[in-house]
């Protein structure tokens, strides 16, 4: 799991939050992903399966990606497919992914690379593993991840951010032993690249094995915690957490995650995705690829799609006469 690596003692630190005047956020519950499948049939754990939506808000969806090991012709995508009301964050933390969307955004993200695509009042758009992966085979593992949008951003016009994994604001905990990166949003002073219209916060950790993190969070946010690989420790009551597992965090102004000191062979590090948002509390009604607030909104995208009105694909992606 590369991702972005950077040596910890040379980083900016984070600091300690001081517990005599922030309060340490508790372990609300721990939910295990169930396993699927996704777009042409890659495999994914459903991050957010039978978790409330009032404990997510802003969140929406989060796949987890693989972690898998394509052999040469078994990589798979997803084809065209619209989106309307919302933004996906495409994470990869291995392999190579390729964007493209009717709106013209578009590219190849690999190790430590985000796709971020706010589909606003509609488009298309289509994911895959280029064509030399399909013929080669390879590893593949990342995460996609659905952002909510106000009522009053819902029809947005679409836009596109290509973020490269250098990019991400790189930091250490403040005894040197978990490195951070920061996507989106802020961690104690140090920005992110991503750009979005709801107030959020995604940073990458990777925890060495007995390390312990602790870090500022912000009051006004939700917070989560899903293990990526590895295992280990959330909250201060120490409460047992593994890959494809999310931790859901009560109220405060920090939260702690720690590495278990034995760690599967395979995954040397506890490796989790802290998330954390400004609730947007208003009504949402979630149908397939569009998220909106009424039933009535959902049934308008629908007629929109159908109409063409969310966008066409590129003529060269068009399957010919005769093609299914």
Known sequence: MPAITADTLTLPRVAVPDPASVARRPVRSVATAPSGFEGEGFPVRRAFAGVPQSALDPFIHMDQMGEVEYAPGEPKGTPWHPHRGFETVTYIIDGIFEHQDSN???????????QWMTAGSGLLHI????????VSGGLFHGIQLWVNLPRAHKFHLPRYQDIRGRQAALLASADGGSLLRVIAGELDGH????????????VHATVSPGARLEVPWNPAFNALAYV??????????????RKGQLAVFGQGGAITVAAGQDQ???????????LG?????EPVVHYGPF???TRAEIVQAMEDYQAGRLGVAP???LPHAGEE
Request: aromatic residues 2%.
């Open 191 to 202: 920005a992110g690249p991503g750009v979005t219209f709801t107030p959020i916060t995604m």
């Open 127 to 134: 994911e895959k593993p280029p064509e030399h992966l399909v």
């Open 291 to 293: 998220v909106m607030n």
């Open 277 to 281: 948002g400004q609730p947007i509390r």
């Open 315 to 317: 003529a060269d992606r």
């Open 264 to 274: 599967p062979q395979a995954e040397p590090n506890l490796e989790v995705l802290l």
């Open 228 to 241: 990526l690989a590895g295992q280990g420790f959330a909250g201060d009551e120490r409460r047992p957490v």
């Open 104 to 114: 013209g955004g578009g590219g190849t993200i690999t190790d430590g690379d985000t």
